[in-house]
């Protein structure tokens, strides 16, 4: 199994619609939980961070962390053409010497005008 | 605030060769992680360095090393390149040690040949 797992998609939305990614990670003891957004040939870019379990909204976006289910996604409202990427969920696993981040692979969205 | 930069951003070796790649953290960033990024295995974790210390390493082969200077400036460091080198190297900056919330810069394309 692996440590931080997305259905890699592409996952196809029309304009407008709402787009919800998902994502589930393996070590109960995971404390951080990120969402990153990467363009085709750019660097990942930090969109959310959400810590504790519930929903954390930003704008259009919104973080939802269940921790008992191991369980962590991203919604993106109204969604638009220019959200069309790849989205990245990185969890924090803890090891000996310290925590090192783990991305999945990452969710392909595609957003129909 | 000045973003994170890399030097070189794209790098042409041959097999056998070594190579020394560069990051610059957001000022009063004192953490700098290191990632592999291949279409094939995703973004995958080689190593974080705070305060000029390594705090926490990927599994990946001694040929990869780094280190961080005084300033937070880290680099890189890949020997007896192999052709499965090829790939965008990714550092990523934060204020906190342990991954916490990350700032990528726009990553070094190294092709191996």
């Known amino acids: 199994q692996k440590e931080v797992e997305q259905n890699s998609g592409p996952l196809s939305v029309p304009e407008g619609a709402i787009a919800s990614l998902n994502c589930t990670y393996s070590d109960r003891v995971s404390q951080s939980f990120f969402w990153y957004r990467q363009y085709s040939g750019k660097s990942p870019e930090l969109i959310m961070s959400?810590?504790?379990?519930g929903d954390k909204e930003d704008g259009r976006f919104t973080a939802q962390l269940n921790k008992a289910s191991q369980y962590v996604s991203l919604l993106i409202r109204d969604s638009q053409p220019s959200d069309s990427a790849t989205y990245l969920c990185?969890?924090?696993?803890?090891?000996?010497?310290?925590?090192?981040?783990?991305f999945g692979a990452g969710t392909r969205l595609f957003v129909k005008a | 605030k000045a973003g994170v930069t890399q030097t070189p951003r794209y790098l042409i070796k041959t097999r056998g060769q070594q190579v020394t790649l560069s990051c610059s953290p957001i000022?009063?960033?004192?953490?700098v992680s290191w990632y592999q990024q291949t279409p094939g295995q995703g973004l995958q974790f080689l190593f974080e360095y705070f305060s000029e210390t390594q705090r926490n390493k990927g599994n990946f082969p001694g040929r990869f090393s780094g280190r961080q200077f005084s300033n937070s400036r880290s680099e890189m460091n890949v020997s007896t390149l192999e052709l499965g080198d090829s790939a965008l190297y990714l550092c990523a900056s934060s204020s906190l040690a342990g991954g916490n919330e990350q700032y990528f810069g726009p990553g070094t394309r190294l092709t191996v040949t």
């Open positions: 990185a969890v924090n696993i803890g090891r000996t010497g310290g925590f090192k981040t783990i």
């Open positions: 959400i810590y504790s379990n």
């Open positions: 000022s009063g960033h004192r953490s």
